[in-house]
C-alpha cells in the first residue's frame, strides 16, 4: 500500500567564479585538494544559496510558486537579524504563504536539512520543502593561514525534497550525534554575544608554523577534529545500516562529508566500504562543510550516476562537534531538463 513519504526530487549547486589555487606542497597533495572557489562577487551567504537555486529552478521542471518552505543551512548569515531565509524567499520570487527559517550547522548540516525537511512533510506542514546550503568559510579564514585556508572553499547547493508516493521510505534509517564539550575546536572565537564585535578588541597570534590568525578568523585543532571523525564515522555508519535492515554489500553508494582525500580513504577502509561505489573528490573545490555532501550529489546526478540507486548512505561529521548520517533512496529524481 503506498503512502507519502518525502524525498529528494532535484538538487543542484553553485561555485563561485573566483579560483584560488593550493601551493603544492606535500600536505596539500595528501589532502588531495590542488584549488578551491571563492566566494568575491558573491558578497553574503544568501548569494550562493539564490545561485544554486536558480540554477535548480532552470535545470528542472519546478517553479517558485512550487515552494511551500525554505530551511537554509549557514554558518555566516547575511545579518545577525532577519533571517537569511526571509531574503531568500523574497528574492526567489518564492509564495508568502511559505514558511522560512535558518539553522545553523557545518559539516553534518545536509543529514540534519534532510530531516527537518522530512519531519516537514511527514507532519502534513509542507509540500515541497527547498534545502539550501550556503558556505561560506573562505571569508572567514586569514589569508596567512597556511593550516586551514588551503583546506576550505564556498559554494552553495538547492535541493528540492517533496511529498510523494511510494510503498516505502525514501529517506530513512536517520542517526545524529552530538558532542559540545568539544565545540572550541573548531571555532570563531569573537563576533557573537559572547564576545561582541565593539567590545572586543582584535587579537593577533602567529603559532609556530608561522600561521597567523586574529579571534575574528576561524580556529581549528586539527588533531581534535581527526580524533573525533575517527571515533564517530563507523558507528554512525553501522547505526545507519541497523535501522535500514541493511548490509554493507546492500548499498550502491556512500557520499561522507567531503573533509580531505586523505581522511576519506581512510574512513571507507575503517568503515568497511572498500567494495561499495564510494565519492571522494575535493581536488578543485575543497571542503565545502555544509554543501559538500549535497555538491557530490549533484556532480553524480550531472553524470547520470544517482537516479537509478536506492540505497545511498549519507554521512556528515565536524564542527559543533556534531554528526549526522540517512540512508536515501533516489528512485523519485526527477529528469533534467536542461
Known amino acids: 500500500m503506498k503512502k507519502i513519504y518525502a524525498a529528494i526530487r532535484a538538487i543542484a549547486s553553485y561555485l563561485p567564479d573566483t579560483v584560488e589555487q593550493n601551493e603544492p606542497t606535500p600536505m596539500n597533495q595528501k589532502l588531495g585538494i ?56 523574497d528574492r526567489l520570487g518564492i509564495p508568502q504563504t511559505a514558511g522560512a527559517l535558518d539553522y545553523s550547522l557545518g559539516c553534518s548540516a545536509y543529514p540534519y536539512g534532510l530531516g527537518l525537511a522530512k519531519g516537514l512533510i511527514d507532519g ?16 572567514y579564514v586569514n589569508k596567512e593561514d597556511g593550516i586551514i585556508r588551503p583546506l576550505f572553499g564556498d ?63 576561524m580556529f581549528m585543532d586539527g588533531n581534535v577534529i581527526t580524533n573525533f571523525t575517527l571515533h564517530v564515522v563507523k558507528p554512525m555508519v553501522g547505526e ?7 548490509a554493507k554489500d546492500d548499498l550502491d553508494g556512500v ?15 575503517r568503515c568497511g566500504l572498500s567494495n561499495v561505489p564510494f565519492y571522494n573528490d575535493i581536488e578543485h573545490t575543497g571542503n565545502l562543510v555544509s554543501s559538500s555532501i549535497p555538491y557530490a550529489l549533484d556532480a553524480l546526478a550531472r553524470d547520470g550516476r544517482l537516479a537509478d540507486r536506492h540505497h545511498v548512505l549519507l554521512a556528515g561529521f565536524g564542527v559543533g562537534l556534531s554528526w549526522g548520517g540517512c540512508l536515501a533512496d533516489f528512485g523519485q529524481l526527477l529528469a533534467r531538463q536542461k
Open 34 to 89: 590542488t584549488e578551491r572557489h571563492i566566494a568575491t562577487q558573491e558578497v553574503a551567504a544568501s548569494d550562493l544559496a539564490i545561485h544554486a537555486a536558480e540554477a535548480m529552478l532552470q535545470s528542472y521542471d519546478v517553479t517558485p510558486e512550487d515552494i511551500d518552505f525554505v530551511l537554509i543551512c549557514t554558518q555566516m548569515p547575511d545579518y545577525l537579524m532577519p533571517t537569511t531565509a526571509c531574503i531568500v524567499q
Open 124 to 139: 502534513g506542514m509542507a509540500k515541497n520543502v527547498l534545502l539550501l546550503t550556503a558556505s561560506a568559510y573562505a571569508k
Open 240 to 246: 545507519i545500516l541497523e535501522k535500514a535492515g541493511l
Open 255 to 269: 557520499v561522507f562529508h567531503q573533509a580531505n582525500h586523505y581522511l576519506l580513504d581512510y574512513l571507507r577502509g
Open 155 to 217: 559554494g552553495g547547493t538547492a535541493t528540492l525534497v517533496s511529498a510523494v508516493e511510494s510503498d516505502h521510505p525514501l529517506l530513512d534509517a536517520f542517526v545524529f550525534g552530538t558532542d559540545g564539550s568539544r565545540y572550541d575546536s573548531l571555532i570563531i572565537p569573537a563576533g557573537g554575544t559572547r564576545h561582541m564585535p565593539l567590545a572586543t578588541p582584535e587579537e593577533a597570534t602567529t603559532d609556530d608554523r608561522g600561521n597567523r590568525r586574529t579571534n575574528y578568523d
